[in-house]
């Protein structure tokens, strides 16, 4: 069992920096390998371990296939991912310049899923840090900031990493007010900010030429040759390599000794105090980091589309992220991950491509109703109804974390254990949580 | 011995309501004290004073020497005290390894940058927590549950890890919330001899609160009395199991009228007459 960390080191190979396999949403995917398999064999040596100890046994085992199911699984997404570019063009998609967008909504999930998903702490602003990070970069490099009107143009990627960090900043100054706050309160308080932060740029129209947004935002380039707007397979591979840094990051984050100050905190705040835990500190930084991450993304996205203004960051942003959040499995950094691609393929490509065959159904003799029907406009509508679908069906999200799993199982070995009384109050107490949790 | 947290004149006020009121307290370094009481008589609130998750409305509380007052709970932990909840307060949704390595979190040295770094010091740290931590659980008798999580462990073993996760904050002073309360005779005697083992092979001080007047009078060198957030009694169990005060406090007044002579034969403690109101 103390072989725990020794485990071949998962150090990132080339462009694969999720390498670290699918089932990494606990932080330590590869743990359970070794021991389960010792386990496993001491099983099948010995047939006469306790009824208890086997069950544990027999459920690391199924633990372990899963993994390497997850393993398989990542490997084939991994490829899907890094050959889309060409399987688009092959395949004649044209959805490079849906897949981009969506790319840099994935990489805003993640970083909220720091917040929500992993702190526990409900932020329905976030979109405020979008938008600081794309408007960093325009004040940097646009020509209708004051501060490149006097000279002072910043190149791109230094403007990336200073849009990074400011955004980590004002993950800070919006965090500390929040801090004495949870639940319902905290949920407002960052409505407000995430309302406030868009107008403040609308109405700064000295910084940021207010509703007329800004343009030429700066591009990244390798040397003197730029990336284009047009150049959407570049740019795809550059928000891929962003997107496989922001994973492997946070992946470290929820597996290190703050990852795990931060789900106590999430479970328990007075008990997590009680433990050692600052609870300020810790906080902050999961404002912080969280609100680090749509720095980048912010950053790119007003590269990609070289223009910016404040209505990009309103409200329905925030609230389609805290979806993507949930929808994927909330904490579970892959189920996020699948979340975004999902809901941003829904958002971007497929409501248009719906739209579209219905408006070719309607040449048919007979659907010539269908022409007035367009589902572009009742878009929201869709989206609303998916949600609530798939709150009923699966609260737990599309891929709860396997750890999830595997203790519901779990469960039963745990359970013959107990005094009777007891026993019946704590399953009506774990039931009783199970729907509160499917609530969050 | 030399005490190792010490009260003087502990107080708390919440509006109207005086839960502690002026309470004079002392235990020594490796000593077994308890605190008891009828339900409302300010025991928790005078923990939650210790550990800091209320702060003293008058009075001091001082930590081997140091002052607690305004001290944060975080603080508190790393100064070397910790503690367990009367209604058990686990990381339910975490592994029993998670919450023990949670209650590492003030002696480990990580920084951020570090753990994503993942530097070779810090491999090495979260090694030896983790193997700590398979220690703690195997020494509060949960061996191989590690992967189990918290709110799927039966009632007793959930006791049990909150008492190695407040071990892990390496404490010198062990605040036990009621550790017995809700468990069978069996269940009681595991956990009684538990906390016997926490003195003799990890050298702590332990402060419980507890209903079980059996578990009380066994394992305690002092017993406190409060009732109504003022202390009646203080003494060995011997003492406090014939204090006229304490009959009175648990069974009414006219109780306290028959054991009374036995109580005067027996020797009327002295630190004790101190505290008669």
């Known amino acids: ?440 | 011995m030399a005490s190792i947290l010490e009260t003087r004149g502990l107080s708390k006020r919440f509006g109207g309501l005086l839960a502690v009121s002026e309470v004079d307290f002392t235990i020594e370094e490796r000593s077994i004290a308890s605190l008891i009481g009828p339900n409302g008589a300010g025991k928790t609130t005078f923990f939650n004073m210790v550990a800091g998750l209320y702060t003293p409305s008058a009075g001091e509380i001082a930590f081997r020497g140091r002052r607690l007052n305004g001290v944060k709970p975080n603080q508190i932990t790393s100064l070397g005290i910790a503690r367990t909840f009367q209604n058990i307060r686990l990381f339910s949704n975490m592994s029993a390894l998670d919450n023990v390595l949670v209650g590492m979190h003030s002696r480990l040295k990580a920084s951020t940058l570090g753990a994503v770094l993942r530097t070779p010091s810090v491999v090495a740290e979260e090694r030896q927590a983790r193997e700590r931590a398979v220690e703690l659980l195997e020494f509060v008798g949960l061996p191989d549950r590690d992967e189990v999580w918290a709110r799927n462990l039966p009632y007793g073993d959930q006791r049990r890890l909150e008492i190695a996760r407040a071990l892990a904050t390496q404490p010198a002073l062990l605040l036990l919330d009621e550790p017995t309360a809700g468990m069978n005779p069996q269940e009681t005697n595991a956990l009684t001899d538990l906390i016997r083992r926490l003195r003799a092979e990890l050298d702590l001080t332990i402060f419980l609160i507890e209903h079980h007047m059996r578990v009380v009078m066994g394992i305690s060198d002092r017993v406190t009395v409060l009732d109504h957030g003022v202390k009646i009694a203080e003494g060995t169990p011997h003492e406090i199991q014939r204090h006229p005060a304490v009959i009175e406090a648990y069974l009414g007044r006219g109780a306290s009228v028959a054991p009374a002579p036995a109580a005067d034969g027996a020797g009327r403690p002295e630190p004790a007459a101190e505290a008669d109101r």
């Open chain 1, 1 to 440: 069992m103390d072989d725990r960390r020794s485990t071949p080191d998962d150090r990132p190979a080339g462009a694969g920096v999720p390498a670290r396999e699918g089932a990494g949403s606990d932080g330590r995917p590869t743990d359970g390998v070794a021991g389960g398999m010792a386990v496993a064999a001491a099983d099948t040596v010995s047939r006469d371990v306790p009824e208890a100890r086997r069950a544990t046994a027999s459920q690391r085992w199924a633990e372990l296939s899963e993994q390497r199911r997850n393993r398989v699984l990542f490997a084939v997404f991994a490829i899907f991912v890094l050959a889309y570019p060409l399987i688009d063009r092959g395949l004649g998609w044209n959805r490079m310049g849906s897949m981009n967008p969506i790319l840099v909504f994935v990489l805003l999930a993640l970083g909220l899923n720091i917040v929500v998903g992993f702190a526990g702490l409900l932020d329905l602003g976030y979109a405020a840090f979008f938008a600081i990070g794309g408007y960093t970069v325009a004040f940097l490099t646009a020509p209708q900031s004051p501060l490149v009107q006097r000279g002072f143009q910043t190149d791109f990627w230094v403007a990336l990493i200073v849009a990074f960090v400011v955004a980590a900043v004002f993950g800070v100054i919006l965090g500390a007010p929040t801090l004495r706050l949870r639940g319902d309160y905290l949920a407002i308080v960052t409505l407000a900010f995430g309302e406030i932060v868009p107008r403040t740029f609308l109405n700064l129209e000295g910084l940021t030429n207010g509703s007329k947004g800004m343009n030429p935002i700066g591009r990244p380039h390798a040397g003197d040759v730029e990336l284009l707007a047009s150049d959407q397979v570049p740019w795809y591979y550059l928000i891929l390599a962003i997107l496989a840094f922001s994973i492997f990051v946070i992946n470290r984050l929820h597996g290190s000794r703050l990852g795990r100050a931060w789900m106590a905190m999430r479970e328990d705040e007075i008990a997590a105090a009680s433990m050692g835990i600052d609870l300020v500190k810790t906080k902050l930084l999961a404002f912080s980091l969280g609100a680090s991450f749509s720095g980048f993304g912010g950053a790119m996205y007003a590269s990609m589309l070289q223009f910016i203004d404040p209505f990009q960051f309103d409200f329905s942003i925030s609230i389609m992220l805290l979806a993507m959040v949930i929808l994927g499995g909330i904490g579970n950094l892959w189920g996020v991950l699948f979340g975004g691609l999902l809901m941003g393929a829904f958002n971007f490509i497929w409501v248009e491509s719906a739209a579209n065959w219905i408006r070719s159904l309607s040449t048919n003799p007979g659907l010539g109703f269908l022409a007035a029907v367009d589902l572009n406009n009742s878009k929201l509508m869709l989206f609303g109804g998916a949600l609530v679908l798939m709150m009923l069906l699966r609260p737990e999200g599309i891929f709860p974390s396997a750890q999830r799993k595997a203790e519901l199982k779990g469960a039963r070995a745990a359970i013959p254990v107990t005094v009777p009384g007891i026993e019946e109050s704590l399953h009506d107490a774990r039931q009783g949580e199970q729907v509160a949790g499917g609530g969050r």
